[in-house]
């Protein structure tokens, strides 16, 4: 399809720019008490995206995330991708046998972890040889 005034092209990142353009003060999200306007959501992510990018990951690798269905995670979904890296999202009811062969064979560089799932991490971080850095989200 030729590029004209009708196309665009949609990415998750260009809806997420899109709608921090039209409607920066809007709910984005909602989660029990917290909520965040589009561009608050914005704003963390771009940050989230640095901060992934300062720790040294680089376009076309992989990120782990071991969260649960809050708003970091949704971060998560947008972050990896401002730097064009990948997101390895991970299913929060798996083995730590299970995590550790997802992170391993993904060969993921970083580790974004509930503290939820601490006492899991902590076990199976000796078998984790190409993560480089952990960060643990605190509630």
């Not at 509930?114 to 902590?122: H, M, N, W």
Request: with cysteine; proline share 5%; aromatic share 10%.
């Amino acid at each position: 399809m030729k590029n004209n005034v009708h196309y665009s092209k949609l990415t998750p990142i260009s809806f997420l720019e899109r709608s921090t353009y039209v409607y920066p003060n809007k709910p984005a999200i909602k989660y029990g008490d917290r909520s965040y306007t589009y561009q608050e959501f914005s704003d963390r992510v771009n940050k989230l995206a640095g901060a992934l990018k300062s720790q040294g990951l680089k376009r076309g690798e992989k990120v782990g995330f071991l969260v649960p269905n809050i708003p970091e995670m949704l971060e998560g979904h947008f972050a990896p991708l401002k730097i064009g890296a990948v997101l390895v999202a991970i299913n929060i009811r798996l083995s730590g046998r299970e995590i550790s062969y997802i992170l391993n064979h993904s060969e993921a560089k970083i580790l974004v972890f509930d503290s939820e799932y601490g006492d899991i991490i902590e076990k199976i971080k000796p078998e984790l040889k190409n993560i480089k850095c952990f960060v643990q989200i605190v509630d």
